[in-house]
């Protein structure tokens, strides 16, 4: 299993963008599955968007409909830190994230128990 540390998290107006990474440990993180989940307090953790190892050096990226256009997941396996861009942020988007990963032989399920390994999670607070 990788270990993982999120970072970026804090406090944004409503309309402003983040940046959150999730750096994480292990000399084949190349070929894991990376994704994002939130959990608003109150509420049942979601996924939130996904970078999925699918062969080789490609990848592709799932999103959570409601997400689709604002977030963007993407890797840098050099630095073994996937980001995940948040723009246009919302007050409903107030959660803490975190990142969660799986060696990317698996399915195309993004389910939070379809992985194993999780970060401590960064808070995310949008102001109105």
């Known amino acids: 299993q990788v270990q993982l540390v999120e970072s970026g998290g804090g406090l944004v107006q409503a309309g402003g963008s983040l940046r959150l990474s999730c750096a994480a440990s292990?000399?084949?993180?190349?070929?894991?599955?990376v994704a994002w989940f939130r959990q608003a307090p109150g509420t049942e953790r979601e996924f939130v968007a996904a970078?999925?190892?699918?062969?080789?050096?490609?990848?592709?990226?799932y999103y959570a409909d409601a997400l689709k256009g604002r977030f963007t997941i993407a890797r840098d396996n050099a630095k073994n830190t996937v980001y995940l861009q948040m723009n246009s942020l919302k007050p409903e988007d107030t959660a803490v994230y975190y990142c969660?990963?799986?060696?990317?032989?698996?399915?195309?399920?993004?389910?939070?128990?379809?992985?194993?390994?999780w970060g401590q999670g960064t808070q995310v607070t949008v102001s109105s």
């Open positions: 970078h999925k190892w699918t062969g080789g050096s490609t990848y592709y990226t």
């Open positions: 969660a990963a799986r060696y990317g032989s698996g399915g195309s399920s993004m389910k939070e128990r379809d992985f194993a390994s």
């Open positions: 292990g000399r084949t993180f190349s070929t894991y599955d």
